[in-house]
Structure formats: C-alpha cells, structure tokens
T-cell receptor, first 114, second 114 residues
Framework: DAMVIQNPRYQVTQFGKPVTLSCSQT?????MYWYQQKSSQAPKLLFH???????NEADTPDNFQSRRPNTSFCFLDIRSPGLGDAAMYLC?????????????FGPGTRLTVL | AQTVTQSQPEMSVQEAETVTLSCTYD???????LFWYKQPPSRQMILVIR??????QNATENRFSVNFQKAAKSFSLKISDSQLGDAAMYFC???????????FGKGTKLSVKP
C-alpha cells in the first residue's frame, strides 16, 4: 500500500549527539513536512519541502536541519539534541489529485534524549 | 493570522451514543480547507474528514459528519454510534493556499465508555 514510512519508530540519543530521522513515501507527493509533537500538544511545523524548495518556519531552531535528496525521501537532522528536543517527530506529505490539499502522516519517530 | 480553537480539552461519550466536538477558526480567506484528524494513543495521525470551504454541503464519512457554518467560522465533528476504537485525540485543522500548511487546534481528547 502507498504510505508514509518513518524510521526508526523509536530513537534514543545522548545529549549533544547528532541524530537523523528518516521519512520515505510511496505516494509520489511533491510536498513533505516535518512536525514536532510534544505530549498532549498539537503538532508544530518545523519546515517543509515543496519539491526541492526548502521552507523553514521562522521559529524553528537552527539546531534542526533537513535534507531531501529525492522525491521519496526526506531527513530530519538534529545537530546537538537537548533534553527539550525529546518529542514525537511526524513526517507528512501532500500533493496528488484529487485531494491535493490533504496531508498524510507517517507513524512518527519518538525521540528520547538522555 | 489564522487561528483554530478547540474549546473542549476533553470529552466523554457512552458507547453507541453520539458526541459532537467543537471547533472554531478565524481567517480572512474565502477559499480554504478544514480537516478533522484522529490520533489514537501512540498511534498514527489519520484523516477523519475534510471540508472544502466553497462547498456548502456538509462532509460525511460513514459515522462521522461535520456541521460547517462558514459565516460563523464553525466546524464541528459529530460521531454517531460511538465505538471503543473512536477513543483518541481529535485535532481540528485549517489550511489555505498553495503552501497548504496546516494550522492545528490544541485537540480534544475523546474517551469512550463501554
């Protein structure tokens, strides 16, 4: 089935140790999003790619970076994770007809920072 | 700026009964989209229902329906014949324009009692 896949589902890292989260999609959508979601809160948009064009939210810390090497894959890099970066990270895609306005979410990666 | 407000942090419903979750939003746009997403505990965010603002007819998906009042900027979700599997956090969301970024409400946690 076409879907949004996130790996790993659970990631443990140490304070200050770089970590990369992965998202892939088989939907052939041209837009990919990264969200941070903390417990019992709404997702917070970090940035998104419209094709190869990167769009950063104004309040996203510089500690968060992203790469999109091709249509199918998008990565979230956290250069120096702090305790406050522990959260669920959601990837979402949007793009193809008929519902070009609808975002489809992956299962998320839960990041723990020790 | 666009905002989405969910005034009910928590709701409870008896199995087989009907429950309505409230959502209001603020926008100066005339063409936009509204969504309800469901996020069960530790599980994936999935789309429940979407509404196009230019359509006056309320969207319906099986047991889920919306009451879309454009002038009042209200978009409530009705769940009929509630099932145990409906227990989840429900997010109301808004998007507009080509970027299609979602603005989320804070969510309503729905409990279903057997």
């Amino acid at each position: 089935d076409a879907m949004v896949i996130q790996n790993p589902r659970y990631q443990v890292t140490q304070f200050g140790k770089p970590v990369t989260l992965s998202c892939s999609q088989t939907l052939n959508h041209n837009v990919m999003y990264w969200y941070q979601q903390k417990s019992s809160q709404a997702p917070k948009l970090l940035f998104h790619y419209y094709d190869k064009d990167f769009n950063n939210e104004a309040d996203t810390p510089d500690n968060f970076q992203s790469r999109r090497p091709n249509t199918s894959f998008c990565f979230l890099d956290i250069r120096s994770p702090g305790l406050g970066d522990a959260a669920m990270y959601l990837c979402a895609t949007r793009g193809t007809a008929p519902n070009t306005d609808t975002q489809y979410f992956g299962p998320g990666t839960r990041l723990t920072v020790l | 700026a666009q905002t989405v407000t969910q005034s009910q942090p928590e709701m409870s419903v008896q199995e087989a009964e009907t429950v309505t979750l409230s959502c209001t939003y603020d926008t100066s746009e005339s063409d936009y989209y509204l969504f309800w997403y469901k996020q069960p505990p530790s599980r994936q965010m999935i789309l429940v229902i979407r509404q196009e603002a230019y359509k006056q007819q309320n969207a319906t998906e099986n047991r889920f329906s919306v009451n879309f009042q454009k002038a009042a900027k209200s978009f409530s979700l009705k769940i009929s014949d509630s099932q145990l599997g409906d227990a989840a956090m429900y997010f109301c969301a808004y998007s507009w324009g080509s970027q299609g970024n979602l603005i989320f409400g804070k969510g309503t946690k729905l409990s279903v009692k057997p």
